[in-house]
T-cell receptor, first 116, second 114 residues
Framework: AQKVTQAQTEISVVEKEDVTLDCVYE???????LFWYKQPPSGELVFLIR??????QNEISGRYSWNFQKSTSSFNFTITASQVVDSAVYFC?????????????FGTGTSLTVIP | DGGITQSPKYLFRKEGQNVTLSCEQN?????MYWYRQDPGQGLRLIYY???????QKGDIAEGYSVSREKKESFPLTVTSAQKNPTAFYLC?????????????FGPGTRLTVL
């Protein structure tokens, strides 16, 4: 079973629109960590944020914000006033504290295209 | 500049040949990882190493081999036993192999089997 589900395969928005990328995870651990990464066309994954399972505070960083809800096992990512430079593939990932190998479980990614 | 380097960026291989992908980091990280990325499938873990001279299989280790003789280096060999090796390969590292450590990624190597 997929531990991390990103149901949106591709999204297109017009520049300056807001867009939310969905991430739903599955784990039996009480301690776990969630991550978001951005993969621009160059291919290298860029770390955006980490959230631990005990911290449900939403976070805002500039135009980016994250909404973590344990009740729905979701960790959604919103880009406000999107820009062309936001075009990339975005991955959500889960890491479980019980896993001694620090294995990341990645979703299949959401490809975002921002149209100028 | 600290970071992870992977070489080459593009690699072509004839069917039946082994090929080695390079991964070097100067971040002084203990843990290193190899992932394979296929279209629509996200990233899948091939091998990881939490310390020098030790490594563990990931979800899709068959047809691959690794070594970790030095802290900064974690080369991946794609053997002829790998049935479908054409993919994008990403190397990553983290401070320690702990669940809360974010992983930092290299630029990737795109392998094509001809």
């Amino acid at each position: 079973a997929q531990k991390v589900t990103q149901a949106q395969t591709e999204i297109s928005v017009v520049e300056k629109e807001d867009v939310t990328l969905d991430c739903v995870y599955e784990t039996r651990d009480t301690t776990y960590y969630l991550f978001w990464y951005k993969q621009p066309p160059s291919g290298e994954l860029v770390f955006l944020i980490r959230r631990n399972s005990f911290d449900e505070q939403n976070e805002i960083s500039g135009r980016y914000s994250w909404n973590f809800q344990k009740s729905t096992s979701s960790f959604n990512f919103t880009i406000t006033a999107s820009q062309v430079v936001d075009s990339a593939v975005y991955f959500c990932a889960l890491s479980e504290a019980s896993d001694t190998g620090n294995q990341f479980y990645f979703g299949t990614g959401t490809s975002l295209t921002v149209i100028p | 500049d600290g970071g992870i380097t992977q070489s080459p960026k593009y690699l072509f291989r004839k069917e039946g040949q082994n090929v080695t992908l390079s991964c070097e980091q100067n971040l002084n990280h203990d843990a290193m990882y190899w992932y394979r990325q296929d279209p629509g499938q996200g990233l899948r873990l091939i091998y990881y190493s939490q310390i020098v001279n030790d490594f563990q299989k990931g979800d899709i280790a068959e047809g691959y081999s690794v070594s970790r003789e030095k802290k900064e280096s974690f080369p991946l060999t794609v053997t002829s036993a790998q049935k479908n090796p054409t993919a994008f390969y990403l190397c990553a590292s983290s401070v320690q192999g702990l669940s809360y450590n974010e992983q930092f990624f290299g630029p990737g190597t795109r392998l094509t089997v001809l």
